[in-house]
T-cell receptor, first 114, second 112 residues
Framework: EDQVTQSPEALRLQEGESSSLNCSYT??????LFWYRQDPGKGPEFLFT???AGEEKEKERLKATLTKKESFLHITAPKPEDSATYLC???????????????FGSGTRLSIRP | DAGVTQSPTHLIKTRGQQVTLRCSPK?????VSWYQQALGQGPQFIFQ???????QRGNFPDRFSGHQFPNYSSELNVNALLLGDSALYLC???????????FGPGTRLTVL
């Protein structure tokens, strides 16, 4: 079964304490993996798209990496304003003639204490 | 450059009623997708519209229907509302030439 799993569900860090969020997936025909940030009651904000294993992208204190089975979102020296839910989504096409699908994980709630 | 816009922001309905939510895509985008997000969960795909036709559909009943207009804006209609339909409804737009989706602020639907 196609699945996207994010871990941990929640993470509390001290300001400046670096860590990583995990997104593992079991899908066939990966077309891309997306990371989004979502603040409470708001729509997800696009962060990164990764297309192939070994690819890395960076934005400020965030760095996303991709392997064949998982992606990591590394947060370096986080600040309180980085507190949010981080969502991972996988775009895949199971078969040659199959329509592509996007599946979201349940997210990781990140809290940064000052 | 306006991003994805949705209306209304909040909506309260009672069981059995019908509701229509609206979405205007980001400038230059021609594809609109709708998602339902329950509290504490990731967005669940409802359907996607391209060239005024439903191109893909997730595991949602026929009570959920949609429409796309020639200007690429879209509507989501839900009939015979159930308590379980209470959620944040998200619209995302993308270009047919790229798969990255950009989300609107969402419509919070409460069914009493």
């Amino acid at each position: 079964e196609d699945q996207v799993t994010q871990s941990p569900e929640a993470l509390r860090l001290q300001e400046g304490e670096s860590s990583s969020l995990n997104c593992s997936y079991t899908v066939s025909g990966l077309r891309g993996l997306f990371w989004y940030r979502q603040d409470p009651g708001k729509g997800p904000e696009f962060l990164f798209t990764l297309y192939s294993a070994g690819e890395e992208k960076e934005k400020e204190r965030l760095k996303a990496t991709l392997t064949k089975k998982e992606s990591f979102l590394h947060i370096t020296a986080p600040k309180p304003e980085d507190s949010a839910t981080y969502l991972c989504a996988v775009h895949h096409a199971p078969g040659y003639s199959s329509a592509s699908k996007i599946i979201f994980g349940s997210g990781t709630r990140l809290s940064i204490r000052p | 450059d306006a991003g994805v816009t949705q209306s209304p922001t909040h909506l309260i309905k009672t069981r059995g009623q019908q509701v229509t939510l609206r979405c205007s895509p980001k400038s230059g985008h021609d594809t609109v997708s709708w998602y339902q997000q329950a509290l504490g969960q990731g967005p669940q795909f409802i359907f996607q519209y391209y060239e005024e036709e439903e191109r893909q559909r997730g595991n949602f009943p026929d009570r959920f229907s949609g429409h796309q207009f020639p200007n690429y804006s879209s509507e989501l209609n839900v009939n015979a509302l159930l308590l379980g339909d209470s959620a944040l409804y998200l619209c995302a737009s993308s270009s047919s030439e790229a798969d990255t989706q950009y989300f609107g602020p969402g419509t919070r639907l409460t069914v009493l």
